[in-house]
Nanobody, 122 residues
Framework: EVQLVESGGGLVQAGGSLRLSCTAA????????MGWFRQAPGKEREHVSC????????YYTDSVKGRFSISSDTAKNTMYLQMNNLKPEDTAVYYC???????????????WGQGTQVTVSS
């Protein structure tokens, strides 16, 4: 059974930082590509960043380049998203999912965690 548990969200002022974690189980994490997605109220879900755990390749959507950094610890089956210089438009529920392709986080598998809320105040 695939399990995904996101954590690390919270309320932060603009310009602040948060580090999200995603702990996975039920599939070969060290061979997987993983991604962070977010969904703000009234908006469609969007991809944020993805990483290939086997080769370390990464992808960032334009709006977070230079501010967010994705990483994985395959020994802990955990993926991270370091978010710096947060902006109010980063406010959303953040989810992690395994994906088929790192580029543009394509082909997300239909497995979901509970998500973690990130709220950035102005």
């Amino acid at each position: 059974e695939v399990q995904l548990v996101e954590s690390g969200g919270g309320l932060v002022q603009a310009g602040g930082s948060l580090r999200l974690s995603c702990t996975a189980a039920g599939f070969p994490f060290d061979a997987a590509a993983m991604g962070w997605f977010r969904q703000a109220p009234g908006k469609e879900r969007e991809h944020v960043s993805c990483i290939g755990n086997s080769d370390g390749s990464t992808y960032y959507t334009d709006s977070v380049k230079g501010r967010f950094s994705i990483s994985s610890d395959t020994a802990k089956n955990t993926m991270y998203l370091q978010m710096n210089n947060l902006k109010p438009e980063d406010t959303a529920v953040y989810y992690c999912q395994p994906v088929r392709l790192v580029t543009e986080c394509r082909g997300a598998y239909d497995y979901w965690g509970q998500g973690t809320q990130v709220t950035v105040s102005s």
